[in-house]
């Protein structure tokens, strides 16, 4: 899977960008803030339908524009397909495939997949629980579209869920009811879907970390969920709803006594572990950094496996935050396949990069190999 095209509108910094991609590693350099980011972030919407960086969509809209384009080739083997999208500062964006418009952002899944590693991928070690239930399932979206539906089902009955609970008065329990059903079907199917991952996940992650330390640790994954009295693993997935169900029945008195959803995947936990002990407060700032890396490098290798064809591989100034046997060691095993990478600095030895590009205020200059 190649992004052969990548053309822009007022979007971010960018006037007028028509840039053409070739099949191996493009190199975007310059100083800071001048719009490296912002062509990786234009790549991975037309991914994800939303910014890695976590902003609107109406930041990423050109100051002074009411909208932005952006039109995206990509091919994947004989087959090549065409992304038009409209994002708007209000409103609803416009999206076309192959100039069929799309209903809903959702049936843009599975056009163009990413593996994006940026400075901040440390939070995945280091930050909440959220942070990484987030990994889990972007990346289960991104493999299989169909968990889009049973995370945004899952999201809208929480949220009806909840304001059913907090509302004035008594708590209409024969709605509350119909929303236990929900919550329980579509929660079901998320976790199951976590937990074969993870199972996949977890040798690739062993695997990554070994490569960029040099040294293989004792590292395990445990997906831990109160609801579940503790932990689950693949051996469980026929018995989550079942889980889920007797956990809803249980917490409904102290949840309209505290007038919120107490269970459920929104509160379950991936611990990472290194030697035994939690790598986010026990590991040293280097392991957490190989850890990230290696989440993102299993990610993309699962992905690849599941899918049959690599991502393309985005990399935001990642080699910034290395030090120097760590990056040589993500160069050394940086998956194959299309690479667009952003630095400021000095591209790191053993990156070969077929094409480097210097950005200077949102305008792109070819400088060669």
């Given at each position: 899977?190649?992004?052969?095209?990548?053309?822009?509108?007022?979007?971010?910094?960018?006037?007028e960008?028509?840039?053409?991609?070739?099949?191996?590693?493009?190199?975007?350099?310059?100083?800071?803030?001048?719009?490296?980011?912002?062509?990786?972030?234009?790549?991975?919407?037309?991914?994800?339908?939303?910014?890695?960086?976590?902003?609107?969509?109406?930041?990423l809209?050109?100051?002074?524009?009411?909208?932005?384009?952006?039109r995206?080739?990509?091919?994947?083997?004989?087959?090549t397909?065409?992304?038009?999208?409209?994002?708007?500062?209000?409103?609803?964006?416009?999206?076309?495939?192959?100039?069929?418009?799309?209903?809903?952002?959702?049936?843009?899944?599975?056009?163009?997949?990413?593996?994006?590693?940026?400075?901040?991928?440390?939070?995945?070690?280091?930050?909440?629980?959220?942070?990484?239930?987030?990994?889990?399932?972007?990346?289960?979206?991104?493999?299989?579209?169909?968990?889009?539906?049973?995370?945004?089902?899952?999201?809208?009955?929480?949220?009806?869920?909840?304001?059913?609970?907090?509302?004035?008065?008594?708590?209409?329990?024969?709605?509350?009811?119909?929303?236990?059903?929900?919550?329980?079907?579509?929660?079901?199917?998320?976790?199951?879907?976590?937990?074969?991952?993870?199972?996949?996940?977890?040798?690739?992650?062993?695997s990554?970390?070994?490569?960029?330390?040099?040294?293989?640790?004792?590292?395990?994954?445990?997906?831990?969920?109160?609801?579940?009295d503790?932990?689950?693993?693949?051996?469980?997935?026929?018995?989550?709803?079942?889980?889920?169900?007797?956990?809803?029945?249980?917490?409904?008195?102290?949840?309209?006594?505290?007038?919120?959803?107490?269970?459920?995947?929104?509160?379950?936990?991936?611990?990472?572990?290194?030697?035994?002990?939690?790598?986010?407060?026990?590991?040293?700032?280097?392991?957490?950094?190989?850890?990230?890396?290696?989440?993102?490098?299993?990610?993309?290798?699962?992905?690849?496996?599941?899918?049959?064809?690599?991502?393309?591989?985005?990399?935001?100034?990642?080699?910034?935050?290395?030090?120097a046997d760590?990056?040589?060691?993500?160069?050394?095993?940086?998956?194959?396949?299309?690479?667009?990478?952003?630095?400021?600095?000095?591209?790191?030895?053993?990156?070969?990069?077929?094409?480097?590009?210097?950005?200077?205020?949102?305008?792109?200059?070819?400088?060669?190999?």
């Amino acid at each position: 899977m190649n992004v052969a095209h990548l053309w822009l509108t007022d979007f971010r910094c960018y006037r007028e960008v028509d840039l053409e991609l070739g099949e191996g590693l493009t190199v975007f350099e310059g100083a800071n803030a001048q719009g490296k980011t912002s062509l990786l972030e234009a790549v991975t919407w037309a991914a994800t339908t939303k910014s890695f960086r976590g902003v609107p969509d109406s930041a990423l809209v050109r100051d002074g524009s009411d909208r932005g384009v952006l039109r995206l080739e990509v091919t994947s083997g004989e087959r090549t397909q065409l992304l038009e999208a409209e994002i708007r500062v209000a409103g609803r964006n416009r999206i076309l495939v192959n100039h069929n418009p799309l209903a809903r952002a959702r049936e843009l899944l599975g056009f163009l997949r990413v593996t994006v590693f940026a400075p901040d991928d440390l939070d995945l070690v280091k930050g909440s629980p959220a942070g990484r239930r987030d990994y889990l399932d972007d990346l289960l979206v991104s493999m299989a579209p169909r968990y889009e539906a049973a995370r945004g089902d899952y999201e809208k009955v929480l949220r009806q869920r909840n304001a059913l609970l907090r509302g004035a008065g008594p708590v209409d329990l024969p709605t509350l009811d119909v929303f236990d059903l929900q919550l329980v079907a579509a929660g079901a199917e998320l976790v199951r879907g976590r937990l074969q991952l993870i199972d996949r996940l977890t040798p690739w992650i062993r695997s990554a970390y070994h490569d960029l330390a040099s040294a293989t640790p004792e590292l395990e994954t445990r997906y831990e969920a109160e609801w579940a009295d503790g932990e689950l693993d693949l051996a469980d997935v026929g018995d989550v709803a079942g889980l889920l169900e007797a956990a809803v029945v249980r917490a409904r008195p102290r949840e309209i006594e505290r007038r919120t959803t107490l269970v459920g995947p929104h509160r379950d936990e991936w611990r990472l572990r290194l030697r035994g002990l939690e790598a986010r407060t026990h590991a040293s700032q280097g392991e957490q950094r190989t850890y990230a890396l290696a989440l993102r490098l299993a990610g993309h290798h699962t992905s690849c496996e599941v899918v049959g064809e690599d991502p393309v591989l985005l990399l935001d100034d990642v080699f910034s935050e290395l030090d120097a046997d760590r990056a040589a060691a993500l160069v050394k095993h940086l998956p194959s396949g299309q690479t667009l990478l952003t630095t400021a600095g000095v591209v790191p030895d053993g990156i070969e990069p077929e094409r480097r590009l210097r950005v200077v205020e949102g305008s792109l200059v070819d400088v060669g190999p």
